[in-house]
């Protein structure tokens, strides 16, 4: 049998704020992902603004251009933070009830769709697993779509798991 075999795959899980990823990774735990595998949760933070000193008038507004940031920063994080544990909680609470499976949890900062794809490949990941929003055809043409530009453009199977 090939090592890698041995492990288990590893199986990349997009997670966000939203209730389509965390129904996603649910799906995937109890559907998917096998003892002996590794679940890979993946947030992807946006990109903090910048703020250009043209935007700020005089040394008041460039204060409260950096206050700003920091305070958009670290609500960010925090965020992150509570995705990140929820999407743990869960794994902790499939692994009680089905056998225990190596988790790791990586947060980025950047486009999601572009750091996804990234990951794929930097982490090594066999599979990758992410919740659609279900935008219908004009709303996913006009706001794009994560999920379609992770099918075109990752460099793994992706399964797409509607809510």
Known sequence: MDPAEAEGRRVLVAVDEGDESAHALRWCLANFAAPGDTVLLLYVRAPPPT??????????????????TAAVEGYSKQVADAVVEKAQKLCALHGKENGEMKVEVKVSVGDARSVICEMVDKLGADVL???????????????GSVSDYCVRNANCPVLIVKS
Do not use: C, I, N
């Open 51 to 68: 703020y250009s000193v043209l935007d700020a008038t005089g040394p008041v507004g460039f204060m409260f251009a950096e206050e700003a």
């Open 129 to 143: 697993v992410m919740g659609s929003h279900g935008y219908g055809l004009f709303k996913r043409a006009l706001l």
